[in-house]
């Protein structure tokens, strides 16, 4: 699943009609509820893994924050998922700097992502808020709105933060053509424009141009999947039909994992901080 889900990704250049710029070397952030990675794509069946998450995915973190929260008590949130929720909710924040999140992993020098940090600090700030407010049931706190904006803030300033520094181990490594460089962000959490927004500011800064696939096809893993089995049978790659039952298996490897090498390159990548894009 993950191959296809990459592999939609860098089609969606193709999508953009940018004839200029191949499939090859293009650089995919993968946010969804189950998954959190960056990833060289260099072909079809040829990657490099540049960063992993290393506990929760953002998705699974949206969906647990505002199942907590109790959003599907307000009405016009109850027949949305929890993720698209904070979203909307985030919104009508008018004052999220009441509440102060850490930045993730902010001393480790890769590219790896962790948000369980950030779940449990909403949940303290919930609580401590629930009790001021005598919060009894299924109410709701009346700072709910500006706190889905601080955390959807965090979130966005972590993933800019780590795919800031995929980018620049990049280009350091001459990895992508400098005049046709490009990230495709897509996994359900792509269609956070707030985040997708968050993830175009920096690709600018750095030269970057950013892409997603239609959101109709971001949570559709039939799709990825299809149009990964095409691309492979056009190019007569992985093509086989004596395979056994023994040889599935529930997760398929990525690639050559560079982790460590991101590791060593040591770079520092200064936070970008996200207010101004509330505006």
Not at 41 to 62: H, M, R, S, T, Y
Not at 98 to 124: A, E, I, T
Not at 136 to 164: K, N
Not at 214 to 238: H, R, Y
Request: charged share 25%.
């Amino acid at each position: 699943m993950i191959r296809a889900v990459l592999l939609l990704m860098a089609q969606v250049v193709y999508w953009e009609n940018l004839y200029t710029l191949k499939l090859l070397s293009i650089q995919v952030l993968l946010i969804s509820g189950g998954h959190c990675l960056l990833a060289l794509v260099k072909d079809i069946d040829d990657f490099l893994l540049l960063g992993k998450g290393l506990d929760n995915a953002p998705g699974e973190v949206l969906d647990k924050v505002a199942r907590r929260m109790k959003l599907r008590n307000i009405p016009e949130y109850s027949q949305i998922s929890g993720g698209h929720a904070v979203e909307l909710a985030a919104q009508k924040s008018t004052n999220p700097g009441q509440f102060k999140f850490p930045l993730p992993l902010s001393k480790s020098r890769d590219c790896n992502f962790s948000f369980s940090g950030l779940k449990d600090s909403l949940v303290r700030k919930l609580i401590k808020k629930e009790t001021e407010h005598n919060v009894m049931g299924d109410e709701i706190i009346p700072e709910v709105y500006d706190l889905c904006g601080a955390f959807q803030l965090a979130v966005a300033e972590h993933i800019v933060h780590r795919t800031h520094r995929a980018m620049m181990y990049c280009d350091k490594n001459m990895f992508i053509n400098p005049n046709t460089k490009a990230i495709v962000v897509s996994g359900g959490v792509a269609c956070n424009n707030f985040i997708f927004k968050s993830i175009e500011h920096v690709g600018s800064k750095m030269g970057y141009k950013t892409y997603r696939p239609p959101p109709s096809v971001c949570t559709d893993n039939g799709v990825m999947i299809a149009w990964n089995g095409l691309e492979k049978l056009k190019k007569q790659c992985d093509i086989r039909t004596d395979f056994s039952l023994t040889e599935l298996y529930p997760e398929a490897p990525l690639g050559k994992d560079i982790i460590s090498e991101v590791v060593a390159a040591n770079i520092q990548t200064k936070v970008t901080r996200l207010k101004g894009l509330l505006k």
